[in-house]
């Protein structure tokens, strides 16, 4: 038995809840984890999970051998790391999570160079504009945008940019551009349904929340990008999100004497779990990339 293969299939065992998720994660059998945990528990003499029609519990043992498998997991990484040297590159394999619009403008395009930096690291990027489950789809770290509203989460602020209110020169054109944010009544708005029909500006001591009227709603940003530049409507976006449009002046920004809330992008780590030296090397390589 390999011990350390042991240590690490219990561990995914007990995160993703199941020998199934543990199996795909591995991208094994999942004959071969029910196997290996059994053969950790008849090494160990003791049971560490309890099985029942709800699932997977840990044991009391369990639960004390699932820290200590952790930490010897990450340890043995950091070892492997130190002894292959400092100028060595990672090697295996690294999931990342983004929202599809984001990965698409601004992480896809950087990745070539980091892969480049270590030829023996694979990368599984994970497009999804929901703030899935980390420990159950196996993900190292994600890129998230917004309030960090899970305070369990590990995270870290990597950059944070303004949001505008914008729309295509050929929309104002038809429309007219609104001087005030009182004027947005009068114009059609592409309402990204996680920001909602109520926007909030702000101009020094003066706080102003105006409702919008929509026609047009949609869950992802990809289709908000494809209504505004189609000329169905302004909407509320980060600079992030229109970014080549914005230089290029294919959409512009209104009202810039008026403010709404900056957006915080973070580096987010799985509950639970220490930052791998490749989940770190990833985050310092976005976060110096990104705000280059």
């Known amino acids: 038995m390999d011990r ?5 299939t219990f561990v995914r065992v007990i995160e993703t809840g199941s020998f199934s998720g543990a199996a795909r994660q591995l991208r094994v059998g999942q004959p071969a ?13 003791v049971k560490l999970l309890t099985r029942s029609t709800h699932g997977l519990t840990p044991t009391e043992a369990g639960l004390g051998y699932l820290e200590r498998a952790r930490r010897a997991l990450e340890e043995a990484a ?27 403008i601004h992480l896809i395009p950087m990745l070539p160079k980091f892969l480049a930096q270590h030829p023996e690291l694979e990368l599984e ?30 995270a870290r602020r990597v950059a944070r940019c303004k949001r505008l209110v914008l729309g295509t020169p050929a929309y104002f054109d038809r429309v ?16 990204y349904l996680r920001e909602g029909s109520v926007w909030s500006f702000q101009r020094e001591s ?30 509320i976006a980060s600079e992030w999100m229109f970014t080549p449009e914005l230089q290029a002046g294919a959409v512009r920004a ?25 989940a770190r090397a990833f985050v310092n390589f976005f976060e110096r990339s990104f705000n280059a």
């Open 4 to 8: 350390l293969a042991a240590m690490e």
């Open 33 to 45: 984890v029910s196997k290996s945990v059994a053969q950790l528990e008849e090494f160990l003499g």
């Open 78 to 104: 950091e070892a492997e790391i130190a002894a292959r040297g400092a100028g060595a590159g990672l090697k295996g394999r690294l999931r990342i999570c983004a929202a599809v619009t984001f990965a698409r």
């Open 125 to 154: 990027v994970v497009l999804d504009d929901r703030q899935i489950d980390l420990v159950q789809e196996g993900i190292d770290v994600a890129l998230r945008m917004g309030k960090m509203l899970d305070s369990t989460l590990t």
């Open 176 to 191: 007219g551009t609104p001087a005030t944010p009182s004027e947005l009544s009068r114009h059609q708005a592409v309402v």
């Open 206 to 235: 003066t706080e102003l929340a105006v409702t919008v009227r929509s026609r047009l709603r949609v869950t992802a940003a990809e289709g908000v990008r494809a209504a505004v530049l189609a000329d169905a409507g302004l909407a």
């Open 254 to 278: 209104v009202l810039p004497e008026w403010s709404l809330p900056a957006l915080d992008l973070w580096a987010v780590l799985p509950t639970g779990r220490a930052a791998t030296a490749k």
